[in-house]
């Protein structure tokens, strides 16, 4: 699974992203002329007609760049844009509702969820409004700013440089993956304690006790399919452990014999094929 294979389509209660299409190209000629819009996008040239909006279409057709239209009940109401950074607009008539995060929520979470390269987004730095919201999804904002060159305006204007790690992302997002009745999360410091009860001693894979922190660390999930995983039962009790790594198959430790004599075998058996594809939540 590559970058590549991000989904044409994805789905959520109120909206949903899609690609952008030659049907859409008038809207996005209004909201990209609209003065509460276009400042703050580096790219937007003014005016912006049917030219500049057919060139933004070829742009998101680019298999490195993934343009996704927020849509709502059949209403275009912005664009997100995942590739070499990310960059994003919402109609002002939808702004105010928390459609953007929860956009941004459904977009970088199917992102990392295959390894992924830091993703950099760029900001005014007088833009408060994405500022605090990249601040809220956990981008990191580096030290002091630069200038970049807006079109809309014709001249340079200051901006903050945010980035996300994976490694962030599946920390305050982790992903937790179904498994015939078990589940399946990537593991934590915290978590430390109960898995050195599971180390079956220090035969490969596995580390000493006194090792288990950075193993865990060096394990860190980043994306499918590698990683140290914890296996929680129904009752959200940690059991066993799970090291996925490509190419391999997984390498299983159980809190108990009895723990693994009832899950071991099915444990195994659904991770044949990798991590499940469709986590349990985010």
Same mark, same amino acid.
């Given at each position: 699974?590559?970058?590549?294979?991000?989904? &044409?389509?994805?789905?959520?209660?109120?909206?949903?992203?899609?690609?952008?299409?030659?049907?859409?190209?008038?809207?996005?000629?209004?909201?990209?002329? #609209? $003065?509460?819009?276009?400042?703050?996008?580096?790219?937007?040239? +003014?005016? @912006?007609?049917?030219?500049?909006?057919?060139?933004? =279409? %070829?742009?998101? +057709?680019?298999?490195?760049?993934?343009?996704?239209?927020?849509?709502?009940?059949?209403? *275009?109401?912005?664009?997100?844009?995942?590739?070499?950074?990310?960059?994003?607009?919402? %109609?002002?008539?939808? +702004?105010?509702?928390? =459609?953007?995060?929860?956009?941004?929520?459904?977009? =970088?979470?199917?992102?990392?969820?295959?390894?992924?390269?830091?993703?950099?987004?760029?900001?005014?730095?007088?833009?408060?409004?994405?500022?605090?919201?990249?601040?809220?999804?956990?981008? &990191?904002?580096?030290?002091?700013?630069?200038?970049? @060159?807006?079109?809309?305006?014709?001249?340079?204007?200051?901006?903050? %440089?945010?980035?996300?790690?994976?490694?962030?992302?599946?920390?305050?997002?982790?992903?937790?993956?179904?498994?015939?009745?078990?589940?399946?999360?990537?593991?934590?410091?915290?978590?430390?304690?109960?898995?050195?009860?599971? =180390?079956?001693?220090?035969?490969?894979?596995?580390?000493?006790?006194?090792?288990?922190?950075? @193993?865990? $660390?060096?394990?860190?999930?980043?994306?499918?399919?590698?990683?140290? *995983?914890?296996?929680?039962? #129904?009752?959200?009790?940690?059991?066993?452990?799970?090291?996925?790594?490509?190419?391999?198959?997984?390498?299983?430790? @159980?809190?108990?014999?009895?723990?693994?004599?009832?899950? &071991? %075998?099915?444990?195994?058996?659904?991770? &044949?094929?990798?991590?499940?594809?469709?986590?349990?939540?985010?």
């Amino acid at each position: 699974m590559t970058l590549h294979d991000f989904p &044409a389509r994805l789905a959520a209660e109120r909206f949903c992203l899609r690609p952008l299409a030659e049907a859409d190209l008038p809207e996005v000629m209004r909201q990209l002329s #609209d $003065e509460r819009v276009a400042p703050w996008l580096a790219a937007v040239a +003014q005016p @912006f007609g049917l030219t500049e909006a057919q060139a933004l =279409l %070829d742009h998101g +057709q680019h298999p490195g760049e993934h343009l996704r239209t927020i849509e709502i009940k059949g209403t *275009f109401a912005g664009c997100i844009c995942l590739g070499a950074g990310l960059w994003y607009w919402l %109609d002002p008539a939808f +702004q105010g509702r928390g =459609l953007m995060s929860a956009a941004l929520r459904l977009a =970088l979470s199917e992102w990392f969820a295959r390894p992924a390269p830091p993703l950099l987004a760029t900001c005014r730095t007088d833009n408060a409004a994405s500022l605090s919201l990249l601040a809220r999804l956990g981008f &990191a904002r580096f030290p002091g700013s630069r200038r970049m @060159f807006f079109q809309s305006s014709g001249r340079s204007e200051p901006c903050h %440089d945010l980035l996300m790690a994976p490694e962030q992302w599946h920390l305050l997002n982790p992903p937790r993956h179904a498994l015939d009745g078990l589940s399946l999360r990537p593991a934590r410091q915290k978590d430390v304690p109960t898995l050195a009860l599971m =180390l079956p001693g220090t035969a490969a894979p596995w580390p000493s006790a006194e090792a288990l922190p950075g @193993f865990v $660390e060096q394990h860190r999930f980043r994306g499918a399919p590698s990683g140290l *995983f914890v296996i929680e039962d #129904d009752l959200g009790r940690s059991i066993g452990m799970a090291l996925m790594a490509e190419g391999t198959p997984p390498a299983l430790a @159980f809190l108990s014999r009895e723990e693994a004599g009832a899950h &071991a %075998d099915t444990v195994k058996q659904a991770l &044949a094929a990798g991590l499940p594809s469709v986590p349990l939540g985010r």
